[in-house]
């Protein structure tokens, strides 16, 4: 067989960029090498549909054993009764919530995405939107806090079945017993979507969803520092609500629900290899040096807000309690997609974002999200954040001097060496 240059040329020049540049995307991370390793492996030929012990076809012994070891492991992370760790994706993972718990027309309350939300918390662009009959709180636009108030107007006035906490460009921490208290005056069932902040969770750095909240997903390769992919969790199984019944009359319990909503639901096969990968993440998660790791992100996003405050950006919310920043940059008179285009040719990544209530359409926006997750795992620290904070400023401030990009650039690839990424590797 032919070998693909083609393709294991781009591979080379992904990592080639990914190498040099200052990832600041914040839901983007770096896996381990052993991560890695383990999502390119042999069960990626396996079809295993079904649950560990519960399969669709023979030879699954094996995968049953590492699928099993991924649940157990999530299970004692987040010390939780119940884990699926077969969503491909946290898409995937909330459509499987939503399938287990909601009827098509029924009412779903969640953050907006203008407001920091995400697309499949009821965006009229994605299936949660067209399914299911979205409602939407928003952030306040004095102080960019979630809008609890708002929030519990919506939740009397509308009565939606499901609420949905958590977002993608939101730097503070969630009140989950306020929005618990909520929905419980209305018999609402609540989904907390924790992808962004997992890891700094995972380690009890910001407050936990698992009491206040029925069901919890996540992406597995944010904070979490795994494989692509996606996870549902449940502090603890609960008779449905709806009394959906088994084959036998009797009261299905909700965990049979969810996982009958991944597979088969809304998923075919797993993907056993990157389930395999998911357990060594979580492995990795259970050992000491990652609380480091959360702290050292904590740590390094609170030096890139004081750098940003010292340079006059106006941050969403004032700061940060996590590993993001929302920047909104209407008083540096400069547009989001601007600023994106401009930073990445200095090989700096990080994306355009709305702020609440912008006047720009999200293809413009007025702001920029940075995180710092990917960085932290790279080696970089606080002192860093004011050299990294410099550069973009630098650009920023004078966008068409192509030569000051090309100096920047040439200092950051530079300072990039002392931060090998996979330096075992020949790729
Ligand atoms: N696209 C992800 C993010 O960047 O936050 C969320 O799915």
């Excluded at 049953?64 to 299970?75: G, N």
């Excluded at 008779?239 to 036998?248: D, L, Q």
């Excluded at 389930?275 to 904590?298: R, S, T």
């Excluded at 996003?301 to 010292?310: D, G, V």
């Amino acid at each position: 067989m032919q070998f693909d240059t083609e393709i294991f040329e781009l591979i080379q020049q992904e990592f080639n960029r990914q190498q040099h540049g200052l990832e600041l995307i914040a839901s983007e991370n770096f896996t381990s090498e052993q991560v890695m390793r383990a999502m390119g492996n042999v069960m990626t030929n396996k079809y295993a549909e079904g649950y560990p012990g519960k399969r669709y076809y023979g030879g699954c012994e094996v995968v049953d054993k590492s699928e099993q070891l991924a649940i157990d492991r999530a299970k004692v992370i987040f010390n939780v009764d119940f884990a699926n760790v077969q969503p491909h994706s946290g898409a995937q993972a909330n459509a499987a919530v939503m399938l287990a718990v909601l009827k098509p027309g029924d009412k779903i309350l969640g953050l907006d995405l203008s407001m920091g939300g995400h697309l499949t918390h009821g965006s009229s662009v994605n299936f949660s939107g067209k399914l299911y009959e979205p409602h939407f709180y928003g952030v306040k636009k004095e102080d960019g806090l979630v809008d609890y108030d708002m929030m519990e107007e919506v939740a009397l006035r509308e009565k939606p079945k499901l609420m949905i906490c958590g977002a993608s460009a939101y730097s503070r921490d969630w009140d989950y017993a306020r929005v618990r208290a909520i929905a419980d005056q209305i018999n609402a069932l609540v989904l907390c979507d924790m992808s962004h902040p997992a890891g700094l969770i995972a380690k009890g750095l910001l407050n936990s969803p698992f009491e206040h909240c029925h069901f919890v997903t996540s992406t597995t390769h944010k904070t979490l520092r795994g494989p692509r992919g996606g996870i549902i969790l449940m502090k603890n199984d609960f008779e449905n609500p709806m009394g959906i019944k088994g084959p036998k009359g009797e009261v299905r319990m909700m965990s049979d629900l969810i996982n009958l909503a991944v597979f088969p639901g809304t998923q075919g096969g797993p993907l056993e290899h990157v389930i395999a990968a998911k357990a060594v993440a979580f492995f990795e998660i259970m050992q000491d040096d990652f609380l480091g790791y959360a702290h050292q992100v904590i740590a390094n996003a609170k030096a890139m807000e004081n750098a940003f405050k010292q340079k006059n950006y106006d941050i969403v919310s004032g700061g940060t309690d996590n590993h993001l920043l929302l920047i909104d940059l209407r008083n540096k008179n400069i547009s989001g997609k601007k600023a994106e285009n401009t930073l990445i040719k200095a090989d700096i990544t990080i994306n355009k974002n709305m702020v609440p209530y912008d006047d720009k359409s999200p293809f413009i926006t007025s702001g920029i999200r940075v995180g710092v997750p990917a960085l932290t795992t790279r080696g970089l620290k606080e002192d860093h954040m004011n050299l990294i904070v410099d550069w973009i400023d630098s650009i920023l401030i004078d966008t068409e001097n192509e030569q000051k990009i090309i100096k920047v650039r040439t200092e950051i690839n530079e300072f990039m060496k002392q931060f090998p990424l996979y330096p075992e590797w020949k790729i």
